[in-house]
């Protein structure tokens, strides 16, 4: 399958709707997502990018459809994992000496991954490959979310390929920003960010600032998964850079897990207090027993406020709660406030192993916690309700 994105530029990617779990089984994509190569015609001819191994031998098949590929004279490697490079050995087995275009960093993933001293041609920032009419020109992007990422500009044309910049892991036959369900693709587009590009935030930043000052002209931008952007290059810009400064919006997430409901009951209680005291709160509830920790993350995200539970388990927290917890660590999460809340039947040591990790995390905590034996009665009850209250008026303050 190939695609016309312009008279120059093919897609030649593969939709994978069948994606569920990614980086390992570290991130959900429940819609699927898209591995995006793009075949640049001009007098010389250039490929950006492949496909992940698994669909190495479909991809190379296809492309001999749309061009021989001995007319290949340039790859491209934005970015080195292999979900975008993966087929790079079946192909350069057919056309070995054809130069392969990256960063620095690049090479050393590349060959570190697939073992192969191929024609590698290091680039950085303002160097530029001649294709004829037009030029490739790149922009090392550093840490987004690699230290191999670049950025290849297309002049005349003026597209962005971004890489794993505003991408989404979304499996779409429409291709464009304006032909897909937009709450579809702007929750995507958070997810992919609050998950992958959030510890980058300062990098993001600064990468922005710099392409603006570039004053580069972009008709489109063409991420490595997802959809193509023409109708809201500025809307996506501007949200990225709105993202990267400490993102939050007026609502609380509280995740939780629970052995024998206890927890789940404070929860509810707090989550009740939240409401109460404020209307205009969006409370969002995450049982992580069941509940998908990536979206757990991408309300934690978007919020001011954070409410972690558990039930002292082995004079600890439940494995989900352990997981959360490092990986609201990890994802260097800033500017969020933080409470912690649980029962226990003896030991009681949660509610200050939640507050300890996340004041590591960097969060602000701003209530000691609540913890109530066994099964709350409806005294401890309305004393989780009225945590949530007093949390719902300091948010006001």
């Keep these: 399958m190939s695609v016309k994105i312009t008279d120059s530029v093919t897609w030649v990617g593969k939709i994978d709707w069948a994606l569920r779990r990614f980086h390992g089984e570290e991130l959900s994509t429940q819609r699927g997502s898209s591995y995006n190569a793009y075949l640049v015609r001009d007098e010389k001819t250039v490929l950006i990018d492949t496909v992940w191994g698994p669909f190495a031998r479909e991809f190379v098949d296809n492309l001999k459809k749309e061009i021989d590929l001995n007319e290949i004279d340039y790859i491209i490697s934005n970015h080195g994992e292999t979900d975008h490079s993966g087929a790079l050995p079946l192909l350069m087995k057919e056309i070995p000496n054809v130069p392969i275009y990256c960063s620095a960093n690049g090479i050393k993933s590349l060959t570190g991954q697939y073992h192969e001293n191929w024609n590698f041609v290091p680039v950085k920032t303002g160097d530029v490959l001649d294709l004829g009419k037009k030029k490739i020109q790149f922009i090392e992007a550093r840490m987004l979310h690699w230290p191999d990422t670049i950025f290849s500009y297309l002049t005349e044309e003026n597209i962005l390929f971004s890489s794993d910049g505003f991408g989404q892991h979304f499996a779409s036959e429409m291709f464009y920003d304006d032909l897909v369900d937009q709450g579809e693709l702007w929750y995507e587009a958070q997810k992919y960010y609050a998950n992958i590009l959030n510890p980058f935030s300062n990098m993001v930043e600064k990468k922005l600032e710099e392409i603006m000052t570039m004053n580069l002209p972009i ?143 960097g969060l602000e905590l701003v209530h000691e916690g609540y913890r109530t034996m066994w099964d709350p009665d409806a005294e401890s009850l309305a004393a989780a309700e009225k945590m949530g209250m007093d949390l719902a008026e300091k948010l006001k303050k």
């Excluded at 929860?267 to 027993?289: E, F, M, Q, S, Y």
């Design 219 to 361: 008709n489109l931008i063409c991420p490595a998964h997802g959809i193509i952007w023409r109708k809201q290059i500025n809307e996506i810009i501007s949200t990225y850079m709105e993202w990267s400064k400490a993102y939050k919006e007026h609502q609380a997430t509280i995740v939780y897990d629970t052995m024998w409901q206890g927890t789940q009951h404070l929860a509810t209680a707090i989550a009740n207090g939240l409401r109460k005291a404020d209307p205009t709160l969006v409370v969002k509830i995450h049982p992580l027993g069941r509940a998908d920790k990536n979206d757990a993350l991408t309300d934690i995200f978007r919020s001011e406020l954070v409410l972690v539970g558990s039930p002292t388990v082995n004079r600890g927290v439940l494995s989900t709660i352990a997981s959360i917890l490092s990986q609201i660590h990890e994802l260097g999460f800033k500017g969020k406030k933080a409470a912690a809340f649980g029962t226990y039947g003896w030991s009681g040591e949660s509610v200050k192993h939640i507050n300890e990790e996340l004041a590591k995390a």
